[in-house]
């Protein structure tokens, strides 16, 4: 379904009053979207899927998933939290481990993936025989 221009300019310009200095600010999107709901506009539903989809990425942009095969010690992480923080601002960190990645780590911030695990690099080995 295209949205149409109009309601397009109203979700950005929605988008940006839920932001304070470049950060969503969690009470204006509520009421922002509040007054989206009941302004019973024929766009309505149309603006406010185009601001929860923007809300969304948002939020996957701000958290950062980082996955090991082994747990990381104290330093490892202050260390990945600390670049991480200085490429991308401020984020929230999830720290998991899932031993089938053999080796290695897998960052995912938003749609961004580093991943530098053992099990990506046999499963790019693989891909080139086949």
Known sequence: MKTD????RE???SWQLCQIEGCVDEDRARSIVDGIIASGRRNRF???AEVLRRLAVDEARRSVDV???IPLDADARSAIERRVTDAYGEVTFTFRVDPTLIG???IRIGSD???GTIRA???AVEARFL
């Open 104 to 106: 290695g780590m897998r």
């Open 113 to 115: 993936v580093y991943d």
């Open 46 to 48: 149309a603006v406010l």
């Open 5 to 8: 221009p109009q309601a397009k």
């Open 11 to 13: 979700a950005v310009r």
């Open 121 to 123: 690099a046999l499963m």
């Open 67 to 69: 996955t090991s095969a």
